[in-house]
């Protein structure tokens, strides 16, 4: 199991290349603010869409970020 420095670490990581530097900060200044609750947002995010449109987000997402179960 990571630790939470490790994971940190990683979502960090994946932030910057994602974002960059200043929507990394904006992100993050937004969740320090907004009181964030995730369970909530997640909620929100899909309460609106269908189980078709849940279902073919996903596809499209694995068929973009394929995982590689060697590395």
């Excluded at 939470?4 to 960059?20: F, P, S, T, Y």
Aim: proline residues 1%; contains cysteine.
């Amino acid at each position: 199991m990571a630790s939470n420095i490790d994971i940190m670490d990683k979502g960090m990581k994946c932030l910057l290349e994602q974002l960059g530097v200043v929507e990394t900060e904006q992100f993050i200044s937004s969740i320090i603010r907004e009181k964030f609750d995730y369970t909530t947002w997640q909620r929100q995010r899909f309460d609106d869409m269908s189980l078709d449109e849940i279902n073919e987000a996903a596809i499209d997402y694995e068929k973009d970020h394929p995982i590689d179960y060697k590395g």
